[in-house]
Nanobody
């Protein structure tokens, strides 16, 4: 009943920036842990970042994006933003928002979390 919608993907040159947003639509009385995964066609889903619904929760980042990406949310809202800086060609992927449990492992979340449809990020000259 609750669905996630991602926006903000696009084409950017190496070193550039993009901001992705994810918002939950539909009624829910629950607050979710939320995060981002990405996938290159033919490859496994890769953890990017996550953040707890708890106000004192610390964000978690994959080593490949740490220091370049920032995940944030407004407390009390089931939405999340991924601010991406210093983008590299290897960041090119479809980025998926997820809500529910917080984990670095796609297999643990695949059939348990709510997932968005994805937004394409392409980093190229």
């Amino acid at each position: 009943q609750v669905r996630l919608v991602e926006t903000g993907g696009g084409l950017v040159q190496p070193g550039g920036s993009l901001r992705l947003s994810c918002e939950a639509f539909g009624y829910t009385s629950s607050m979710y842990d939320m995060g981002w995964f990405r996938q290159v066609p033919g490859k496994d889903y890769e953890f990017v970042a996550s953040i707890s619904w708890r106000s004192d929760g610390s964000p978690d980042y994959a080593d490949s994006v740490k220091g370049r990406f920032t995940i944030s949310r407004v407390s009390g809202r089931n939405n999340v933003t991924l601010q991406m800086h210093s983008l590299k060609p290897e960041d090119t992927a479809v980025y998926y928002c997820t809500a529910g449990r917080q984990s670095r492992y796609y297999a643990e979340l695949k059939n348990k979390n709510i997932w968005g449809q994805g937004t394409q990020v392409t980093v190229s000259s």
